[in-house]
C-alpha cells in the first residue's frame, strides 16, 4: 500500500492541451522550483516520449497529490495509464474543450465498470 | 480418518490437543472478525463506487462551464495563455491531506488549501479584468471538484486493494487453516483414543495375568498348607516313630 508519506504531497499537476493548462493555472494550481514546473502543455508537436516522461516524472515526485490529466493525452500514453496503479498520487483524467468526456474510456471508470459488471 | 486432508507435522498429546483447539478458537475468531471488516469495507466500497461515478459525470460537466470561462476571457482579452504560464510562481492552490479510519484501513481525503488572496499579478490585461476573474474563480470551483473526485478515486484503489487483501485472508483462513486444525485436531483424538484402548487392553492383560499369578499362587499356598500340615505330623513321627517313615517325609520334602 503506497499510503506512505501522503502528508507532504500538497501539490497538483497537470498535463494536458493549452486551454486545460491555462484555465488551473488561472486557478493557482502552479508551481514553479528550480525550473521544475508542475505541469506540461501538450500540442500537435509535443512528442509522446515527452508526455511520457512528464508523466513518468510527475508520478514520482514526492510532492504532488494529484495529477490531472487530459482524456486525449492520456489516449498517447495509456498503457501506461492502464498500469499506473497507486493511489499517490491519484490520476485523474479530465476532458478538454475539444474533446468532450467519454467514460468508457477512462482507466478508472472502466475498473469501476468492472467492479459493477460481476 | 487422520490422514485425510491436511494436518500439522505434530505429535499427538493431550497438550497438543488442547493447544490446537485454542488456535482453532482463535482461527474462527479471526475468521469472523476478518469477514465483518470486509462486509464494512464492502459497505463503504459500493458507497464510493457511486460516488465515483456521479462525481466523474459532474466533472465532465463542470470542466465544460470553465473552458467556456476561459473562451469568454480569451474572446474579451486576446490570448493570455503564455502570460499565466509564465507568471506561475509558488502554487496558491494546494491540497491538503488528512486521515479517515474505515475499519482499520486509513483512507486518505484531500482538502482544498487556497491561499487567500491573489498572487496573479494580473497587470497587462487591461481589458477583461472582470472575465479573467470570473474564469479564475470558476476555475477553481472546478478544481476544488477535481479535488474531491481525486480523494474519492484513492479511496477506490486503496479500498479496492485492501478488499482483495481481507477477502484473500478470509478465504485461506476458511479454507486451509481451518480445515487443517479440524484434521489435527481429529488425528490428535484418533490416537488419543488408539492409545487409550491400548493401554486399556495392557491393563486388561496385566490384570489378567496378575489374576493367573495370584490364582496360581493360591493354588500353591493352597496346596502348601496341606503339605505343612501333613509334613510336620509325619517329622514328629518320623521323630518319634521308627526311620523307617523318614523317606516318606523326605519324598513329601522333594516335590519342593
Do not use: C, W
Not at chain 2, 488408539?194 to 499362587?217: C, I, S, T
Amino acid at each position: 500500500m503506497a499510503s506512505t508519506s501522503f502528508k507532504d504531497r500538497n501539490l497538483l499537476a497537470v498535463i494536458g492541451d493549452e486551454d486545460t493548462v491555462t484555465g488551473l493555472l488561472l486557478a493557482g494550481i502552479g508551481n514553479v522550483d528550480k525550473q521544475k514546473r508542475n505541469f506540461l502543455v501538450v500540442d500537435s508537436k509535443t512528442s509522446v516520449s515527452t508526455i511520457e516522461a512528464a508523466f513518468e516524472e510527475y508520478t514520482e515526485r514526492k510532492d504532488i497529490a494529484i495529477l490531472l490529466i487530459n482524456q486525449h493525452v492520456a489516449e498517447k500514453i495509456r498503457p501506461l495509464v492502464d498500469k499506473y496503479n497507486q493511489a499517490f498520487p491519484a490520476l485523474l483524467e479530465i476532458p478538454s474543450k475539444d474533446h468532450p468526456y467519454d467514460p468508457s474510456k477512462d482507466s478508472v471508470l472502466k475498473r469501476v465498470q468492472k467492479l459493477f459488471g460481476d | 480418518m487422520s490422514g485425510a486432508g491436511q494436518r500439522e507435522n505434530i505429535f499427538p498429546t493431550r497438550m497438543a490437543l488442547t493447544n490446537t483447539k485454542q488456535r482453532l478458537k482463535g482461527a474462527q475468531t479471526g475468521h469472523s472478525l476478518l469477514a465483518k471488516k470486509r462486509d464494512a469495507l464492502t459497505t463503504r466500497f459500493r458507497a464510493i463506487l457511486k460516488k465515483v461515478d456521479e462525481a466523474k459525470r459532474k466533472m465532465g460537466r463542470v470542466m465544460q462551464l470553465a473552458s467556456f470561462s476561459l473562451a469568454e476571457v480569451t474572446y474579451a482579452t486576446g490570448d493570455i495563455s503564455y502570460l499565466v504560464r509564465e507568471q506561475a510562481k509558488a502554487a496558491s492552490f494546494k491540497v491538503k491531506a488528512k486521515q479517515e479510519n474505515v475499519s482499520g484501513v486509513v483512507l486518505p481525503a484531500f482538502e482544498v488549501d487556497r491561499v487567500a488572496g491573489s498572487d496573479f499579478n494580473l497587470t497587462g490585461l487591461g481589458r477583461g479584468g472582470q472575465q479573467v476573474l470570473k474564469a479564475k474563480e470558476v476555475y477553481a470551483k472546478a478544481v476544488e471538484t477535481l479535488v474531491e473526485l481525486a480523494s474519492l478515486q484513492t479511496a477506490f484503489m486503496i479500498l479496492d486493494e485492501v478488499i482483495r487483501a481481507t477477502n484473500r485472508r478470509v478465504n485461506a483462513i476458511e479454507h486451509v487453516v481451518i480445515p487443517r486444525l479440524e484434521n489435527t485436531i481429529k488425528y490428535i483424538t484418533s490416537e488419543l483414543d488408539e492409545m487409550d484402548r491400548e493401554e486399556f487392553f495392557r491393563l486388561k492383560k496385566v490384570q489378567a495375568k496378575k489374576k493367573r499369578d495370584a490364582q496360581a499362587e493360591d493354588a500353591r499356598r493352597a496346596a502348601l498348607p496341606i503339605a505343612d500340615e501333613i509334613s510336620p505330623p509325619t517329622q514328629e513321627i518320623a521323630a518319634d516313630d521308627s526311620p523307617g517313615d523318614l523317606l516318606n517325609s523326605k519324598d513329601e520334602d522333594v516335590i519342593f
